[in-house]
């Protein structure tokens, strides 16, 4: 017998089928000082049986797992905030470092952050103000915080302040708090932004969105001071941005030729150069990314840079994806096949042949729209191993064929073909033991219970 090899328990513990029995046993594991497999930890739906093991779990290298997990409720990790462990804490505050782009994570409870907030150990505080998932409301409470960190970060949340706190932040006895509040107030301030471009550390974001004075705005344009910046002002006077469309700088240019109030024909008599892979932030559009005036104007306009931009929101209609499919932008495909449910078919193998590896697998995947019936007898003996692995998602193909394409040259497509519930019981009994296989194989839904177990089993977990 070829010997087990140690990536099927990793399969195992994310296989969907994984009975509750067995999964509380992997849970308890220790794995050698290494904790349980993550896949256990961060499995969605947790029953309370297995969060309770995992909070108990003498190693904290579970817990923190379980902290940073996506699919876990945030009333489940917020029972970590008090855990012994700083790192715990940690790894809680900051939360799950990398999600699905399509979808949001829920953000810990407010008070619980709070708690974190005032934790003893500066990681956590730390971890917690750098967190991208923190709610709208809890950084809005914290303009009366006494840490001047957390009054910085306050700040997001100017709009929605009410105007004695915007007013106290803007005298902070924090001078970084004074300038973040002041970025947000000279946007409807001239005498604010005056101020802000004569320091170096503030100018050219107080340059690119302050409401400025004519005569400010033309020292600054005589001197040549953050020009590109500039160029993007909301109130910059008509003549100076006709002044900068043709200035001898080429990121002037293209700065200008972003500009909102453009029409599409004076937008395209600038003269400007887009980079192959610039996916540059178009302020206007993604603050409009649901706004169907704002996405019109981008969709259908001829700049690389509006068009890469309107990609990116999930509410483009029909007809503006019809639209942009047809770009021959292969930017503008990549990122409609991220952000959209509904991209074509025809884009999203585009995509696919293009990028291959570990994108094209996981948009194949997670993509509802991308295409499965017909593959096999389009792609089963295709020269690519790329293109090959396709053919499993055929519902049409038959164990016969996935038996086949797990002895692929490919390794990818034999991966594929594993992890199929209708390859034959005995090539999946086989694969638990081939290292390049096992983790496809553990991980198969078909997998009997007993094979689990043995799993288990030869992986020394305690029974």
């Given at each position: 017998?070829?010997?087990?090899?140690?990536?099927?328990?990793?399969?195992?513990?994310?296989?969907?089928?994984?009975?509750?029995?067995?999964?509380?046993?992997?849970?308890?594991?220790?794995g050698g000082g290494d904790g349980p497999p993550r896949?256990?930890?961060?499995?969605?739906?947790?029953?309370?049986?297995?969060?309770?093991?995992?909070?108990?779990?003498?190693?904290?290298?579970?817990?923190?797992?379980?902290?940073?997990?996506?699919?876990?409720e945030p009333v489940q990790r917020a029972r970590l905030?008090?855990?012994?462990?700083?790192?715990?804490?940690?790894?809680?505050?900051?939360?799950?470092?990398?999600?699905?782009?399509?979808?949001?994570?829920?953000?810990?409870?407010?008070?619980?952050?709070?708690?974190?907030?005032?934790?003893?150990?500066?990681?956590?505080?730390?971890?917690?103000?750098?967190?991208?998932?923190?709610?709208?409301?809890?950084?809005?409470?914290?303009?009366?915080?006494?840490?001047?960190?957390?009054?910085?970060?306050?700040?997001?949340?100017?709009?929605?302040?009410?105007?004695?706190?915007?007013?106290?932040?803007?005298?902070?006895?924090?001078?970084?708090?004074?300038?973040?509040?002041?970025?947000?107030?000279?946007?409807?301030?001239?005498?604010?932004?005056?101020?802000?471009?004569?320091?170096?550390?503030s100018a050219a974001e107080a340059l690119r969105h302050?409401?400025?004075?004519?005569?400010?705005?033309?020292?600054?344009?005589?001197?040549?001071?953050?020009?590109?910046?500039?160029?993007?002002?909301?109130?910059?006077?008509?003549?100076?941005?006709?002044?900068?469309?043709?200035?001898?700088?080429?990121?002037?240019?293209?700065?200008?030729?972003?500009?909102?109030?453009?029409?599409?024909?004076?937008?395209?008599?600038?003269?400007?150069?887009?980079?192959?892979?610039?996916?540059?932030?178009?302020?206007?559009?993604?603050?409009?990314?649901?706004?169907?005036?704002?996405?019109?104007?981008?969709?259908?306009?001829?700049?690389?840079?509006?068009?890469?931009?309107?990609?990116?929101?999930?509410?483009?209609?029909?007809?503006?994806?019809?639209?942009?499919?047809?770009?021959?932008?292969?930017?503008?495909?990549?990122?409609?096949?991220?952000?959209?449910?509904?991209?074509?078919?025809?884009?999203?193998?585009?995509?696919?042949?293009?990028?291959?590896?570990?994108?094209?697998?996981?948009?194949?995947?997670?993509?509802?729209?991308?295409?499965?019936?017909?593959?096999?007898?389009?792609?089963?003996?295709?020269?690519?191993?790329?293109?090959?692995?396709?053919?499993?998602?055929?519902?049409?193909?038959?164990?016969?064929?996935?038996?086949?394409?797990?002895?692929?040259?490919?390794?990818?497509?034999?991966?594929?073909?594993?992890?199929?519930?209708?390859?034959?019981?005995?090539?999946?009994?086989?694969?638990?033991?081939?290292?390049?296989?096992?983790?496809?194989?553990?991980?198969?839904?078909?997998?009997?219970?007993?094979?689990?177990?043995?799993?288990?089993?030869?992986?020394?977990?305690?029974?």
């Amino acid at each position: 017998m070829v010997a087990f090899h140690a990536s099927a328990l990793d399969g195992v513990a994310r296989n969907p089928a994984l009975p509750t029995p067995l999964l509380l046993r992997l849970l308890a594991f220790d794995g050698g000082g290494d904790g349980p497999p993550r896949h256990a930890l961060q499995r969605a739906g947790l029953p309370e049986t297995a969060v309770e093991i995992i909070l108990a779990h003498p190693n904290p290298a579970a817990r923190i797992n379980f902290a940073m997990s996506a699919r876990a409720e945030p009333v489940q990790r917020a029972r970590l905030a008090d855990d012994p462990s700083p790192e715990v804490r940690t790894a809680l505050a900051y939360g799950p470092e990398w999600c699905d782009p399509r979808t949001t994570v829920a953000p810990l409870p407010d008070n619980v952050c709070a708690r974190l907030l005032d934790d003893s150990a500066p990681s956590v505080r730390t971890a917690l103000l750098d967190s991208p998932h923190l709610a709208p409301s809890f950084i809005a409470a914290l303009a009366t915080h006494r840490d001047p960190a957390a009054r910085r970060v306050a700040v997001r949340a100017w709009q929605d302040l009410p105007p004695d706190e915007r007013s106290a932040l803007l005298a902070d006895p924090a001078p970084e708090v004074r300038r973040a509040a002041a970025l947000w107030e000279c946007r409807r301030n001239a005498r604010v932004t005056a101020e802000l471009i004569r320091d170096p550390k503030s100018a050219a974001e107080a340059l690119r969105h302050g409401l400025l004075h004519r005569a400010d705005a033309e020292r600054c344009v005589a001197a040549r001071t953050h020009l590109a910046s500039l160029a993007e002002n909301p109130s910059l006077p008509t003549d100076l941005v006709e002044r900068l469309a043709i200035d001898t700088d080429e990121a002037v240019r293209l700065a200008v030729s972003l500009r909102p109030e453009l029409g599409e024909t004076q937008r395209m008599t600038i003269d400007f150069t887009v980079e192959a892979f610039d996916r540059r932030n178009v302020e206007w559009v993604r603050n409009g990314l649901a706004d169907p005036e704002v996405l019109r104007r981008a969709a259908t306009s001829a700049h690389p840079l509006l068009l890469r931009a309107a990609a990116q929101s999930p509410h483009l209609p029909p007809d503006l994806i019809r639209l942009l499919a047809r770009t021959e932008d292969p930017l503008v495909e990549d990122l409609l096949s991220v952000h959209h449910p509904d991209t074509p078919q025809e884009v999203l193998m585009r995509v696919y042949t293009r990028l291959g590896g570990t994108f094209s697998s996981w948009m194949a995947e997670t993509h509802p729209r991308f295409p499965r019936e017909g593959l096999a007898a389009r792609y089963a003996d295709h020269p690519d191993g790329n293109y090959r692995r396709l053919a499993v998602r055929d519902p049409a193909a038959t164990p016969t064929l996935l038996e086949r394409l797990s002895h692929d040259p490919a390794v990818w497509t034999r991966q594929a073909a594993v992890s199929d519930p209708r390859l034959p019981l005995d090539r999946l009994r086989e694969a638990l033991h081939v290292p390049e296989l096992a983790f496809a194989a553990g991980a198969n839904p078909a997998l009997p219970k007993d094979e689990m177990t043995a799993v288990l089993n030869r992986a020394d977990v305690p029974a």
